[in-house]
C-alpha cells in the first residue's frame, strides 16, 4: 500500500465525516440542493474510501455486484454534483429577485420535487445513457478498485462527457441573473434580511462565491475532458450495439505497477478521486467555520468523546473513571488517601499533610444525550440558505492513456481509462 493511498484513504474517511455531520439541519431546514450536493459527494468519498481499502494491494475481481455499483455512482457524480449546484444556484436567484422568501407549504413542495427531478433525476438519466458505450462491464485498478469504462466512440462525447456542459453554463446563467438582480434590488434586499433572521448578507454573499467557484471550474474542466479523449485517445467509430458490447463480461484487472508506470493514467486516476475530497473541503471551507455549523461540530464531538470515557468540564477535558479533572473544574473521582484520612474530605497525594478538596457528583449523561441536544435545536438557529455550497464537476479531466501488453479474447485490446469514465481502450 503505498503512501499515496493511504493518505487519500485518511482524507476521503475525515471529509466524509465532515460532510455528513451537518445533514440533519439542512434536512430540517429543507435545504434540497444542499441535501443532493452533501449525499452525492458523500457517498462518492465513502465509495473510493472502501475501494482504496479493498484493493489496497490488490486487483481481485473480490465484489462484482460492489464494483457495478460502484462504477455506476462515479458515472453520476460527474453531472450530479455540477445538478446539485443548479437546485442552489436557482435558489439563490429567487431570493435574490425577491420571490421566494415567504412560500406556501404547496410552493416548498413543488420545489423540492423540481431540486429533486434536477439532482437524482438527471445523474440517473446519465447512469442509463453511459450503458450505450459502455465497452465491458467495468475496470479495477490496484489502490483505487472499481472504475467504470466508456468506449471511445463519437456517442460518447454526446452521451457521457458532454452533459456537465449544459448544466454548468445553466448553473452559471443563474448565478449570473442573481447577482444583477441583487444589484437591482439591494434596499429591498436588506429590508427582506432584516426581517428574516435566518437570512444575512454575510451568508448569502458566501453563497455567491460558490457559485462564482461553479462557473469557474465546472465548465472548463468538462471542456478540458472532451479535448483530452479526442486528441490524445483514438476515438473509434460507432459500428453496432453488438460490436460496441462484444465481451461485456470482461473485467479488466490493471496492477498499480502498470498504471502508475503511465503518467497520464497516474495524473487521471488520482485526479478524479482526489477532486471529490476537493469537494468536500469546499464545503467545510465554506460553512464549517459558520457560528452554527461549529456548534454541531462540538455537538457531535463531545458526543463522540462521551462515548469512549471523555467528557468536556470548564475548558478542559475530564477522562471519565481516570481521576484526570480539567484545568477550572474538580475531580469527578474520590481518590484514596493515604494513612487514616477519610475518603469524603482529604487526599493526601504522597502520604504527607492531607489536603481538603470540594468533591462534587456529577451524574453521568447517556453517550446519546448530546445528539438529543442536537436535534432539539430550533429552525430559527440555522440558516435556509447558508447551507447550500456549490462544487465543481470532479470527473471531467481525465487523460486518455494506453496500457502495455494486454491480451484480450477477442478484436480488442485492453487500455486503461482516461476519463471521467476512463475511456482509453483501443479495437483491433
Not at 453554463?169 to 448565478?175: E, I, K, V, W
Not at 434590488?185 to 444575512?200: D, G, M, P
Not at 448578507?201 to 462565491?209: E, G, S
Not at 438529543?372 to 492513456?401: M, R
Request: net charge positive; glycine share 6%; charged share 15%.
Amino acid at each position: 500500500m503505498t503512501v499515496s493511498n493511504s493518505v487519500f484513504s485518511a482524507f476521503s474517511f475525515i471529509t466524509f465525516i465532515l460532510v455528513l455531520i451537518p445533514f440533519p439541519w439542512h434536512l430540517e431546514a429543507w435545504n434540497t440542493g444542499t441535501c443532493l450536493y452533501m449525499l452525492w459527494t458523500a457517498f462518492g468519498l465513502l465509495c473510493y474510501f472502501i475501494n482504496s481499502i479493498i484493493w489496497r494491494n490488490n486487483a481481485i475481481n473480490w465484489a462484482p455486484v460492489w464494483c457495478d455499483i460502484t462504477a455506476r455512482v462515479i458515472i453520476g457524480l460527474s453531472v450530479a454534483i455540477p445538478a446539485a449546484s443548479l437546485c442552489i444556484n436557482h435558489r439563490l436567484y429567487c431570493i435574490a429577485s425577491v420571490r421566494s422568501v415567504t412560500r406556501t407549504k404547496q410552493e416548498k413542495y413543488r420545489a423540492i420535487l423540481v431540486d429533486l427531478c434536477i439532482g437524482v433525476g438527471l445523474p440517473v438519466i446519465a447512469m442509463a445513457l453511459q450503458y450505450i458505450v459502455q465497452g465491458h462491464r467495468f475496470n479495477i485498478f490496484e489502490e483505487v478498485g472499481c472504475y467504470p469504462f466508456t468506449y471511445n466512440t463519437p456517442p460518447a462525447y454526446l452521451l457521457v462527457w458532454m452533459l456537465p456542459i449544459p448544466i454548468g453554463l445553466t448553473s452559471g446563467t443563474y448565478a449570473v441573473m442573481s447577482i444583477i438582480a441583487f444589484r437591482k434590488r439591494q434596499s429591498e434586499f436588506k429590508e427582506i434580511l432584516s426581517s428574516n433572521s435566518s437570512l444575512n448578507p454575510n451568508r448569502f454573499f458566501r453563497l455567491m462565491a460558490l457559485a462564482g467557484v461553479e462557473v469557474l471550474c465546472c465548465i472548463p474542466l468538462a471542456i478540458t475532458s472532451i479535448v483530452l479523449n479526442a486528441t490524445r485517445g483514438e476515438v473509434r467509430p460507432w459500428i453496432s450495439w453488438e460490436d460496441t458490447h462484444w465481451g461485456f463480461s470482461r473485467v479488466d484487472q490493471i496492477p498499480s505497477l502498470i498504471w502508475r508506470s503511465d503518467p497520464s493514467a497516474n495524473v487521471s486516476l488520482e485526479l478524479s478521486r482526489w477532486l471529490v475530497v476537493v469537494c468536500g473541503l469546499i464545503f467545510f471551507a465554506f460553512f464549517g467555520f459558520a457560528d452554527e455549523a461549529q456548534k454541531h461540530y462540538k455537538l457531535a464531538f463531545a458526543s463522540v468523546a462521551k462515548h469512549v470515557g471523555y467528557t468536556s468540564s470548564g475548558t478542559g477535558t475530564t477522562k471519565i473513571g481516570s481521576g484526570v479533572t480539567s484545568s477550572t473544574g474538580y475531580s469527578f473521582q474520590k481518590f484514596k488517601s493515604f494513612g487514616k484520612s477519610s475518603s469524603s474530605d482529604a487526599v493526601s497525594s504522597r502520604g504527607g499533610m492531607p489536603i481538603l478538596v470540594n468533591q462534587e457528583v456529577v451524574e453521568k449523561r447517556d453517550s446519546l444525550d448530546s445528539f438529543s441536544d442536537i436535534t432539539s435545536i430550533k429552525e430559527s438557529e440555522y440558516d435556509a440558505t447558508e447551507l447550500t455550497p456549490t462544487s465543481t464537476s470532479p470527473f471531467n479531466t481525465l487523460k486518455s492513456v494506453k496500457t502495455p501488453n494486454e491480451a484480450v479474447d477477442g478484436p480488442r485490446s485492453i487500455t486503461p481509462p482516461a476519463s471521467s469514465t476512463m475511456d482509453n481502450s483501443n479495437r483491433v
